[in-house]
């Protein structure tokens, strides 16, 4: 008998890479990829590994193919950014074994700092891609992909987006397949990417795509639901279910779950007849685009309309109020409530957040400009801090700081000070080879490493500072200050980010040098789950509550500046919850009255 089980699509992607045979999966965390990582390093007959990052991550997959084991790599879509570099080359030389790579992509914007369509990577690197639709197709999908890969000597990726990652479907639960580790050959010509070599494997590339063309209009992934309209939808991915719940049975559906090469002569044999057809895609016109050049561009309705204005937006997520208005004109009917009594809930740095003293400190500094980085303490750029004046990728802070720096000081008379602000997660990720060109190039700016022993904004992973792999095992802690010495800084101060005193006077200190200095904050996270040698660094971490004195609070709201989101006013004095405060003391170092205790 059948066994199904209600998942979610990283729960589902997770279980096709068990029931593939996978001995091997890697992994940055990032949402919304991260959780497929997780729940791989929950079968024990995987090796499953966060990598420094998502370069380290395909490259380390890419090892373990060569080596004959089925493996995996995921990551967001910046990842995929950082993992290019091999991907490109992967992508001539296939694996040993079958090498399967994710990307989440994220329309919307939901927590990234772009919108871009990672299908682009497929078609760029000549790599044959998936678009599942639900959590049944991600298994179905992931399983398919070992295949295929094994077949063509190729790696495949696959393309999911927020939606079909943290969306829930029925899955059938079905055993795994052992696959015994192919035996490893010597293959120089294959493996050892010279242009003489590689050359030769480009050839083979074009090869492989001619077959998989051939596939793509003829497989289970792509298919036509004829409804006897003259009124068609192609869609891939989950903007196929958006789609239906518009369109319902009045329109044909062209479903395209593979989706490079694209099916071009089914998509020709669909348009022939049709009045009208809709390109539901997300997020560029990828499909639109190959819909045109088939010569439909006059019964095309996708991002642009016929006659070239807009019809869908340019982004976003294309949920099905977005199609139905773009389609009828019409918006969605919701009860009409009042809107002046709705609450904004901006994100905000936690109750006992190591970062707010740190940023506190840190926004009131007039004499600096602040570099920051991916991660919780972006927050850092909002009120009441206002602590952070750009950021653009991980490990970009350090460079970005050194950048302006090195620009400020060509002008004469500058006084102002460079502050490049990560984490410790992204420190590792790629602020290491940042922070070696500042010594390199003789650069001054001054560089903040926020550790607070986890990897924070993505759900707390493990990192190589906490102590733990990604299956729970104890491993070596790799410490910060050493790496940074190493690194050759000499001027290196390890602080606690809640003494804003000693915070202040570091920023003094670091701000007195002419020559690079790094700053390392060092606090557990407030919801970390503490490990022993946490404990006996802190062994009352947390454990303490504030209260205000109401005699004396004036109501000043001073202590609000500390962006704690546990004080309130009530009655024009300072109240601080007790269920959410844990003691950091914070707002008692800047209240000008002592009225908290």
Same mark, same amino acid.
């Given at each position: ?188 010509? &294959?493996? /050892?990417? +010279? !242009?003489?070599?590689? =050359? ?8 492989? *795509?001619? $077959? ?117 004109? &019409?918006? /969605?009917? +919701? !009860?009409?409530?009042? =809107? ?8 905000? *740095?936690? $109750? ?246």
């Amino acid at each position: 008998m059948s066994k199904q089980q209600l998942m979610t699509g990283n729960e589902a992607i997770a279980r096709g890479v068990y029931e593939a045979g996978v001995r091997f999966a890697a992994a940055y965390p990032g949402t919304p990829s991260t959780e497929i990582l997780e729940n791989i390093a929950t079968y024990k007959e995987i090796s499953a590994q966060w990598s420094p990052n998502e370069k380290v991550a395909l490259e380390v997959a890419f090892g373990a193919s060569i080596g004959g084991a089925r493996s995996f790599a995921s990551m967001k879509h910046v990842g995929l950014n950082v993992a290019a570099d091999p991907f490109f080359t992967i992508a001539y030389t296939g694996g040993n074994a079958g090498l399967v790579v994710v990307t989440a992509d994220e329309p919307g914007q939901h927590s990234s700092q772009n919108e871009q369509d990672n299908r682009n990577y497929a078609r760029h690197a000549k790599v044959p891609m998936f678009e599942p639709a639900d959590s049944s197709e991600c298994k179905a999908m992931t399983k398919f992909a070992f295949e295929m890969s094994e077949k063509h000597e190729t790696p495949v990726l696959i393309r999911v987006t927020t939606r079909v990652c943290h969306s829930k479907s029925l899955v059938e639960l079905e055993p795994r397949q052992e696959k015994e580790i192919v035996p490893y050959v010597k293959n120089a010509s &294959k493996y /050892v990417c +010279v !242009p003489a070599n590689a =050359r030769v494997r480009r050839a083979e590339v074009e090869k492989r *795509l001619d $077959a998989l063309k051939a596939y793509s209009n003829n497989c289970e992934w792509n298919t036509i639901e004829d409804n006897g309209k003259d009124v068609g939808v192609i869609a891939s991915g989950m903007a196929i279910n958006y789609a239906k719940e518009v369109f319902g049975s009045d329109a044909n559906y062209l479903k395209i779950g593979f989706s490079y090469p694209l099916p071009m002569t089914l998509m020709e044999n669909f348009l022939k007849g049709l009045k009208k057809v809709y390109i539901i895609e997300e997020n560029d016109e990828y499909i639109e685009d190959a819909v045109k050049m088939l010569g439909f561009k006059h019964i095309c309705y996708g991002k642009y309309a016929p006659d070239g204005s807009r019809f869908l937006p340019a982004f976003g997520e294309l949920t099905s109020d977005v199609i139905r208005k773009a389609v009828t004109g &019409k918006d /969605v009917v +919701v !009860p009409s409530y009042d =809107r002046s009594k709705v609450v904004g809930r901006p994100p905000a *740095l936690c $109750a006992g957040c190591p970062h707010r003293g740190f940023f506190y400190e840190l926004g009131k500094r007039k004499d600096v400009i602040v570099s920051g980085d991916i991660g919780c303490y972006t927050l850092g750029f909002a009120s009441p801090y206002n602590a952070m004046d750009c950021n653009c990728c991980m490990g970009a802070s350090i460079s970005g700081a050194n950048g302006i720096q090195k620009v400020l000081d060509m002008v004469e008379g500058n006084k102002k000070r460079v502050v490049g602000v990560l984490g410790d997660s992204t420190f590792f990720h790629s602020g290491m080879t940042s922070l070696l060109d500042i010594v390199y190039n003789k650069g001054t700016a001054i560089s903040v490493i926020l550790d607070n022993r986890i990897t924070g904004m993505t759900g707390h992973q493990q990192n190589p500072g906490t102590g733990f792999t990604a299956q729970g095992e104890p491993t070596e802690i790799v410490d910060i200050e050493g790496i940074v010495k190493a690194l050759g800084i000499k001027n290196i101060r390890v602080i606690d980010p809640n003494d804003l005193k000693l915070v202040r006077e570091t920023f003094d200190w670091a701000i007195s040098l002419n020559e690079p200095s790094v700053i390392i904050t060092r606090y557990p996270c407030v919801l970390k789950k503490m490990s022993m040698h946490d404990k006996n660094e802190w062994p009352n971490v947390y454990q303490n509550r504030c209260k205000v004195d109401s005699d004396k609070c004036i109501g000043c709201k001073a202590c609000l500046r500390s962006g704690c989101p546990a004080i309130s006013l009530k009655d024009k004095k300072a109240v601080i919850d007790d269920t959410m405060c844990v003691g950091c003391t914070v707002c008692k170092q800047i209240c000008p009255k002592a009225a908290i205790n």
